[in-house]
Structures are given as C-alpha cells and as structure tokens.
C-alpha cells in the first residue's frame, strides 16, 4: 500500500534537518508528548520558547549540505537553473555538467529528490508546525512576537511553494489549470492524502501566505538580514505578481521593498556587493555563513569563485556567454565580472577563502527591475524608462535614458536583468515565464556562442525540458499522485 507524500517526508526533514541545524532545533520540536490544545497554549505564551528555533532551523536548513557537492539547499537552485539557460557557460565536465546538458530533470534522478523531498517539502512541513499553533482568523489578536514568527514561517512556506511550482509545473500564464504541485497547509491532516492542485490554486496559495506575511511583518524588527521581514515578503510578492501578469501588484511590491534599508550601490561599490558581505548595501535577504555553516566544497562559492581553492578554483570555471558580455558597453562596471581575454570567465564572485562567503537571495537591483518590467507590460514606458535608468545610471556613467517602448522597451529591460542577475538564478525562470527559447548555437551581432559543443542545446517554450519530473519515490509513497500524474519525460 501506498503511503502518503506526508509520512514520506516526516523522514527526510528529521534527516535533513539534523545535518544541517543545531540540535535544539529537534530537541524543541513542538509536537512530540504536546497534545495540539497544549501546544498552541505554549506558543500564545511564549512563542520565541515554542517556535524561535524551528525558525532558525528553517534558515539553516536553506543552505544546509544533504548528501553530494550539488546538493546545497536554496542556492543550488540559483546554480542549476543559470547553467539549464543561455547566460552561464560551465568549461569543464564535472559537478552540475548535467544541469548545463538540461538533463538532470527525470523522476529517477537526485535533482528532482533533492528539491522535492528534502529542501522545500520539509521546508513547508516545519513551517506548518508553526502555524498550525497561528490560525488566520486569530492573527490580529497574536503579540509581536508570534506576529513575527507566524510571518516568517507563512513568507518561507510561500517561497517554497513558489520555487516548486516553477520548477514541476508547467509557467502560470495559459496553463493556470494544468497540474502543479500538492498544497500542504498546517490544517492538514498528517494522514491526508495530497494530489496535484491546479497551477493556479498553487499560486492563490502564495499570494495569500505572502499577503498575510506582509500584514503580520509590517512595523515589527528584524533580528538579521538572515531573517525574512516585511520587506523581503514585499520582494518576493512582487516577483510572484510579476510572474503571474498581476503587474500593478508588482510595481507596489518592488516599490515598497525598496523603502527598506538596502539601497543601489554606486559604480565604485558595485562589485563589493559580490565578495560575500551581509552588509553589502544592495540585500535584502541573505544567509550568514560562518565557520560552523560553511559547506565547504559543496557550497554556491565554491562553484562560482575561481579565486578560492573550491571547485571553480581548481578549473571547473564557470564562464559568461560571449554572445551576452561583448553586448555590454565599455563604460559599464559590469564588464569587470569576466575576463573576455581568458574564455569570458567570471569573475563576479570573490568570497574568502575558507568558504565562508554569506549568501545573498534577494538585491535591491532586482525590485527596480521588476517595477520597469511591470510598467512597460502595463503601457507605462515612461515610468518604466525612468525606474530602468535610476539603475542603469549607477552602473554606466555614460548611459541615457531609454527612448524605446512597447516591445523594444521590454526587450532592453529584460537585457538588462540578464547582465545585472547573471549568477543569480533568476534567467532560466525568466525564459520559462516570458515563453523564450533556449538558444546556445547561433551568432549574435558577429559573436560567436562559446557554449561546449555537446551542450549547443536549442528548443523552445514547449519543449518537455522546462519542467521537472516528480520523483519515483514520491510517485510510489503517494497514492494520489500516479503515473498519469508524472509530467512528460
């Protein structure tokens, strides 16, 4: 018989978990002996005692090492998706080549199993352990600190939800109600049984958990940069609204998350803002990573800086498309993350050398982004052109403000997203949600694609390979998701 994707992954979390968090964060896990009356009377009482460390375990689990050197939490999404798209060339044949190959993406392979069954499932279950104690209709009524706690759980729990349906689903727009992913929420029964919700019940889902994140986190303090605040749901509503066409909700997000204390970085500070400093002026959202942390050789810098001994240090460097760079102005700072003469290879990130480089999920830069793509989509180019200059202009001394609109106008947005994000993990779903291609072989103004040979991939927006397959074992534990659930091979 089969078992419910639920029980499975009560397994990976505990395992996860443990590999990547401190031991309170089990020890103090609030179920156990509780009964659920007992539980919730703990969390009014003292919700920073109740729930504070599963919260910490959550962030830490983010980035924590699961079994192999492309297994690293959040970040290998950044990682793996840049190399499945057309920006990010990999020069050697080693971890992650099979993601550049857009080839790691079938039910029976790790990567499906990794972000499935042991990052944002067992991210979502320890956030419903919290908010199991948080009902909705009580959150005007919780103190500041539940307030806090709720809301971090509900931001992380939707970002969760947001990279699964990116990645299992098919894109929001046309295919709203095409097979997405299970909804799992703190009021469902452990013995419930989850199938596949439609696409857009998915993203109802998220735009609910982050509206009322925004609500409970709005005014309250936050401990660190490593913690969600109201600003960072802002951040990430606005990438959801963008991706789901809702582009008024986009520019008031991306508005509202900039009025924070991160702020655009000038010409002189802007490689600065890739050395691996929480106090980089430019995030939102990172991870502190330290000594007790630190995943070492399985980490995002170990892959992407060649200037410490990881594995981009040793000759599996990470290189941009020329095609790309050379249509870079020579004016602009963002040359300096390549070397055109040495195979366009990057050199963006510079972190120390005892892997200890903090992460960073979200930039200011991106919101401004977001608002100029929301407003040139809505027909607004003017505002559109001054929201995209105020970042150009602190990237290029000689750069103009945009005449272009319509199409051409988006066209020179979503360029500059391309440059301004590369390395982020942010352009493969960017060509999933816009219907792009991926295109390594032609010629692009007289440059040649330097992409390897056996990764010279071309297929567009309907090809099979932009969406992962569900994994086997889920396939197998759950008995209302079936073969005929599994997405195409």
């Not at 098919?170 to 596949?196: C, F, M």
């Not at 630190?294 to 001994?309: K, P, R, V």
């Not at 692009?444 to 390897?452: E, L, M």
């Amino acid at each position: 018989m089969k078992k419910t994707f639920i029980n499975y992954l009560i397994v990976p979390v505990i395992l996860v978990m443990s590999g990547a968090c401190s031991s309170d964060f089990l020890d103090t896990k609030p179920t156990g002996s509780l009964s659920q009356d007992q539980q919730d009377e703990v969390a009014i009482e003292d919700p920073i005692k109740a729930f504070s460390p599963i919260i910490s375990g959550l962030y830490n689990s983010m980035v924590g090492y699961y079994s192999q050197h492309d297994e690293f939490g959040h970040p290998t999404v950044f990682l793996a998706t840049d190399l499945m798209a057309n920006d990010m060339v990999q020069l050697a044949n080693h971890w992650f080549y099979s993601y550049y190959q857009n080839d790691n993406r079938m039910a029976n392979y790790r990567s499906s199993s990794h972000y499935w069954t042991k990052l944002y499932y067992p991210l979502i279950y320890n956030c419903n352990l919290v908010l199991k104690s948080y009902p909705r209709e009580g959150y005007d009524n919780l103190s500041n600190d539940a307030k806090i706690l709720a809301g971090q759980a509900l931001a992380i729990r939707a970002n969760s939800y947001y990279y699964l349906v990116r990645l299992f689903a098919k894109n929001y727009k046309g295919n709203e109600d095409g097979p997405g992913v299970p909804i799992w929420l703190a009021e469902t029964d452990a013995a419930d049984h989850q199938p596949r919700a439609k696409i857009s019940a998915v993203y109802t889902r998220i735009v609910q958990d982050l509206e009322d994140a925004i609500k409970l986190l709005e005014g309250q303090p936050r401990e660190s940069i490593n913690n969600v605040d109201y600003y960072t749901a802002c951040a990430i509503l606005a990438d959801v609204s963008l991706t789901i066409n809702n582009w008024g909700d986009a520019v008031k997000y991306a508005q509202e998350a900039r009025k924070g204390s991160a702020t655009l970085s000038t010409i002189d500070t802007y490689m600065s803002q890739f050395k691996g400093n929480l106090n980089a002026s430019e995030w939102i959202w990172g991870m502190d990573i330290n000594g007790e942390n630190t995943n070492l050789y399985a980490s995002l810098y170990s892959h992407l800086d060649n200037t410490i001994d990881g594995y981009c240090g040793i000759g599996v460097y990470k290189a941009w498309d020329a095609r790309l760079y050379e249509q870079i102005p020579q004016t602009d700072v963002r040359r300096q993350c390549a070397l055109p003469n040495n195979q366009y290879i990057s050199m963006k990130y510079q972190t120390p050398g005892d892997f200890t480089g903090d992460i960073c999920y979200i930039r200011i830069a991106e919101m401004y982004l977001i608002e100029a793509e929301a407003q040139a989509r809505a027909g607004n180019d003017g505002l559109a052109q001054n929201v995209l200059y105020e970042l150009v202009k602190n990237r290029d001394p000689q750069a103009t403000k945009s005449t272009k609109t319509g199409n051409d106008l988006i066209e020179e947005i979503l360029f500059q997203k391309r440059i301004e994000m590369w390395g982020e993990g942010r352009s493969w779903f960017d060509l999933k949600r816009i219907g792009g291609s991926i295109e390594r072989k032609n010629t692009i103004n007289g440059v040649a694609t330097n992409h390897r040979v056996d990764v010279q991939l071309q297929f567009g927006p309907n090809d099979n390979r932009w969406v992962f397959q569900i994994p086997k074992k889920e396939i197998e534990a759950n008995q209302n998701i079936n073969e005929e659930d599994q997405n195409p091979a």
